[in-house]
């Protein structure tokens, strides 16, 4: 089954971090543009970030611009998005998507696939 699988997520209180990450199942990442995403509730899902793999040209909405930041390790299938500074506002389900090629905006759902069940993420005190 191709699909990703997102880990990471927890409760952390405002101003606290927390690291996700997104393995890839039964493909490889390398030819595909990852993107993080996250979904509170009553709202519609939000492109947060997005990474190429042909350059590792990176894109960020811009609510996480400066506080957020995302990698990826082909050799371990794995994309991360490292969160910092985190506020009660990033509170939702976060879901990493796939696409194949490059991707150059911050990301729109519509635009990926093989999407995971998603990590919550919780910011309180």
């Known amino acids: 089954q191709v699909r990703v699988v997102e880990s990471g997520g927890g409760l952390v209180q405002p101003g606290g971090s927390l690291r996700l990450s997104c393995a890839a199942s039964?493909?490889?990442?390398?030819?595909?543009?990852i993107g993080w995403f996250r979904q509170a509730p009553g709202k519609e899902r939000e492109g947060v970030s997005c990474i190429n793999s042909n350059d590792g040209s990176t894109y960020y909405s811009d609510s996480v611009k400066g506080r957020f930041t995302i990698s990826r390790d082909n050799a371990k299938n794995t994309v991360y998005l490292q969160m910092n500074s985190l506020k009660p506002e990033d509170t939702a389900v976060y879901y990493c998507?796939?696409?194949?090629?490059?991707?150059?905006?911050?990301?729109?759902?519509?635009?990926?696939?093989?999407w995971g069940q998603g990590t919550q993420v919780t910011v309180s005190s």
């Open positions: 039964g493909f490889t990442l390398d030819y595909y543009a």
């Open positions: 998507g796939a696409r194949w090629g490059d991707y150059w905006s911050t990301p729109s759902s519509a635009d990926f696939g093989y």
